[in-house]
């Protein structure tokens, strides 16, 4: 059974910065490598639906951001650890959110930027910037 788990979350000022992890793991991801499957990030705050933050294909050179985070996220990866990362710097507080792994793992041609695009999620970790 694959499984992604997200670590890193935590409670950080405004202007401070979190470094979330994503680790995955079962028989599709070491069958076929980590690098075959392009991934992302979304969140989800409080009363507001899922919403895009980044994305990074399975080479890890192509990768996209949600203008809201453009500038101040960097996602990467490591698929020899099958690890994927988020580092979140000059946090706001509307960054406050349940921040998602995904991996899409069948091929979907789905735009990555909707989450109907991966059909592998994570539990989530909480991110919460206070002012």
């Known amino acids: 059974q694959e499984q992604l788990v997200e670590s890193g979350g935590g409670l950080v000022q405004a202007g401070g910065s979190l470094r979330l992890s994503c680790a995955a793991s079962?028989?599709?991801?070491?069958?076929?490598?980590?690098?075959?499957?392009?991934m992302a990030w979304f969140r989800q705050a409080p009363g507001k639906e899922r919403e895009f933050v980044a994305y990074?294909?399975?080479?890890?050179?192509?990768?996209n951001y949600a203008d809201s985070v453009k500038g101040r996220f960097t996602i990467s990866r490591d698929n020899a650890k099958n690890t994927v990362y988020l580092q979140m710097n000059n946090l706001k507080p509307e960054d406050t959110a349940v921040y998602y792994c995904?991996?899409?793992?069948?091929?979907?041609?789905?735009?990555?930027?909707?989450?109907?695009?991966?059909?592998?999620w994570g539990q989530g970790t909480q991110v919460t910037v206070s002012s």
């Open positions: 995904a991996a899409d793992l069948g091929g979907n041609p789905t735009s990555y930027t909707h989450s109907s695009a991966f059909n592998s």
């Open positions: 079962g028989r599709t991801f070491s069958r076929y490598g980590m690098g075959s499957f392009r």
């Open positions: 990074i294909s399975g080479s890890g050179l192509t990768t």
